[in-house]
């Protein structure tokens, strides 16, 4: 992959909590335009991982860049001007229970002062419509939506500004079988239209296939394997094949405490 | 080497508490005079901390007023002093009952609920969706609800010292049988404006700690709805025991000869 053609790059990325590693000189790239699809088992970093790059966490060592702008040790404004360009759907929705619907969508745009509350309600409509919602759901609270909506409504928050990458953490968990396969069309179908590039992590192997063009594996804190979403079945690795299997024996040692 | 280690343990994790502590405090406090900001947030926690806490700091002055009145008489009859029930239930409350009952009542209503909220949206990631979203969470969740505990606060304490007197009144003119205008014109002369002032400062103070206290736990809450009751236990805890020692504190500052 070319240098121009890469939005993220992760190199040798390092976090440690104490005297826990859990990202261990990870290297990692996403194209332009790219769905990129990050698995691996509970614990082993992909959250921190994306926080890292998200600029929640702050990396020990290593580079991380998008578009060619480092994010490690960058200021404010540096990280500022980098998270505009990203949309962020979070696993458990994390929309903001004391505003209605259509402010959280339109939030990012309001706090930034970049539209008017009449030109929110506007564009938060718009972006509820996108995702499968009606009118009248902005004007409801986040309580009283079921899981699934929430997804949609955090979904419609993501893209609210048009971003040019958005992260996708966990999307289908806690979703029955049908809801998550809605959300993987309109994961495939949202990034298409906004023509976005997708970076996902998640241990759904279903929503994995459907939305990558690409998988990496996380494993130990490094990507043990990566490759196009066809050659999963194929990859040879060991660990890949005992995780996208389900077996509990294999390399993968699950640390059981009695 | 044992018995070395948790007083270690202990003192290292003493110190980076006060550390972190000290860090958050900085930074409320800047973010409070730093653009943008959020006038919407900080009217809507003006009306929860201003508006909505009237009932219980208003109903707690009444009856403080009332028995300050009664218990003064039944003392003061010791050494024929009752006279003197007008001057103590003014100074009394003004000083010292009106800001620090309301600041303890503030800390049980206020405290709790927004390390509560600001702790639940800490472990459902809303704080992370904020910083994704290009907000400071600590410019708009904690800037806005110091700058009105700061500014509540003795606007609750000015209208709990007249309820306050005022329960004293009812006891001394309707139970103790004293002459309503004698009492009245005994509170008003011996009253002076530093009597005021000094509580309307503490108060600022104690919403200053009710709201930091408040936020401090909320914001450092982890795991869950345990973390979430402990933050909002630890919220009320140290700012009950703060708003204490500062009373002390700005107590010696306003009247120690």
Known sequence: MTENSTKITLRGVHKSFGSKVVLNGLDLDVGVGESVVVIGGSGVGKSVMLK??????????????????????????????????????????????????????????????RVTRDEAREIGTAKLAQVGLSAEVGELHPAELSGGMQKRVALARAIAADPEVIFFDEPTTGLDPIMADVINDLIIKITREVGATALSITHDMASARKIAHRIAMIYEGKII?????????????????????????????????? | MNVLQPIGRFVLAFFATAGRFAIFTGHGISHCARPPFYPRMVLRQMVEIGYFSLPVVGLTALF???????????????????????????????????????????AGRIGASMAAEIGTMRVTEQVDALTTLNTNPMKYLVAPRLIAGLTMLPFLVLLADVIGVF????????????????????????????DVISGLVKASVFGFIITLMGCYHGYHSRGGAQGVGAATTNAV????ILI??????????????
């Not at chain 1, 490759?227 to 389900?246: E, K, L, M, R, Y």
């Not at chain 2, 805890?237 to 009950?240: C, N, T, Y």
Request: proline fraction near 3%; include cysteine.
């Open chain 2, 237 to 240: 805890v140290s700012a009950s």
């Open chain 2, 167 to 194: 329960g004293g009144y009812l006891v001394a003119i309707y139970k103790l049988g004293f002459n309503p205008s004698n009492y009245l014109q005994r509170t008003w002369d011996f009253l002076e404006a530093q």
């Open chain 2, 64 to 106: 403080a007023g009332m028995v300050l009145a009664l218990q003064s008489y039944t003392g003061f009859a010791r050494f024929s002093a009752e006279s003197a029930i007008a001057n103590v239930v003014v100074l009394s409350i003004t000083r010292e009952l009106g800001p620090v009952l309301a600041g303890l009542m503030v």
């Open chain 1, 52 to 113: 890292c790059i998200l600029g929640l966490l702050d990396a020990d060592t290593g580079s991380i860049r998008v578009d060619n702008e480092e994010v490690v040790g960058s200021g404010t404004k540096t990280r500022e001007h980098i998270n505009r360009k990203f949309g962020m759907l979070f696993q458990g929705a994390a929309l903001f229970d004391s505003l209605p619907v259509w402010e959280n969508v339109t939030f990012g745009l309001l706090a930034e002062k």
């Open chain 1, 225 to 258: 394997w990566a490759g196009p979403v066809g050659d999963i079945d194929t990859s040879g690795n060991a660990h890949v094949d005992q995780f996208i299997n389900g077996r509990a024996e294999g390399p993968i040692k699950m640390a059981v405490r009695a």
């Open chain 2, 244 to 257: 204490l020692c500062f009373d002390y504190i700005l107590t010696e500052i306003f009247f120690a000869q």
